[in-house]
């Protein structure tokens, strides 16, 4: 059975503060798909990323970035320079191949002070 | 407009009552889902459904009735409402590797 776990229920941060958002999964399968979505105060959920089980290459766009590790089975999420506008609530997300259902985590929040 | 719609946005009714949640995708996607999202639990599965006419649960299917009858429409009926179903629910939609969320529809059940 796959299983995602956001260890981190809240983060708080002042602005600018680099944040990291750590996400471990479990799987048997040899073939899945990572995910990242953010759910601002507005409650809409928002694609970030998504990586399949053979890309392991880390991902950079703007401010955020994307560690992903078979070897500890995590898919950590860095923002870097956090602003205001960052706060939300970020769910980490695994698919299996074969499935189309998405498995979530509990989710992380993320508190940006200014 | 392409996407994925929910109907409606908010909802209150009373316990024992029927109520029918509506999604509809514009896109012919194969996969439809149906969450739940409550705090302390994340998005939880209800009901998934990989093409018309076939639909199966998942992690908590109980009290709630899919049918999909049409690829675009994927409607989530809770037969007799109770309060532990009063949660956010969000639909949405999968062709290939991206999933596409609805912007939910927040039910309160007193």
């Known amino acids: 059975a796959q299983k995602v776990t956001q260890a981190q229920t809240e983060i708080s941060v002042v602005e600018k503060e680099d944040v990291t958002l750590d996400c471990v999964y479990e799987?048997?399968?040899?073939?899945?798909?990572l995910f990242w979505y953010k759910q601002p105060p507005s409650g809409e959920l928002v694609f970030l990323i998504r990586r399949n089980s053979f890309d392991e290459q880390n991902e950079i766009s703007g401010r955020y970035s994307w560690n992903f590790q078979k070897s500890t089975s995590s898919f950590n999420f860095t923002i870097t320079a956090s602003q205001v506008v960052d706060s939300a609530v970020y769910f980490c997300a695994l698919s299996e191949s074969g499935y189309s259902t998405l498995t979530f985590g509990k989710g992380t929040m993320l508190l940006v002070s200014p | 407009d392409a996407g994925i719609t929910q109907s409606p946005r908010y909802k209150i009714t009373e316990t024992g009552r029927q109520v029918t949640l509506m999604c509809h995708q514009t896109w012919s996607h194969s996969y439809m889902f149906w969450y739940r999202q409550d705090l302390g639990h994340g998005l939880r599965l209800i009901y998934y459904?990989?093409?018309?006419?076939?639909?199966d649960k998942g992690e908590v299917p109980d009290g709630y009735v899919v049918s999909r009858s049409k690829t675009e429409n994927f409607p989530l009926t809770l037969e007799s409402a109770t309060r532990s179903q009063t949660s956010v629910y969000f639909c949405?939609?999968?062709?290939?590797?991206?999933?596409?969320f609805g912007q939910g529809t927040r039910l309160t059940v007193v």
């Open positions: 799987t048997r399968d040899t073939t899945y798909y």
């Open positions: 459904s990989a093409a018309a006419d076939i639909t």
């Open positions: 949405a939609s999968r062709q290939d590797r991206e999933a596409f």
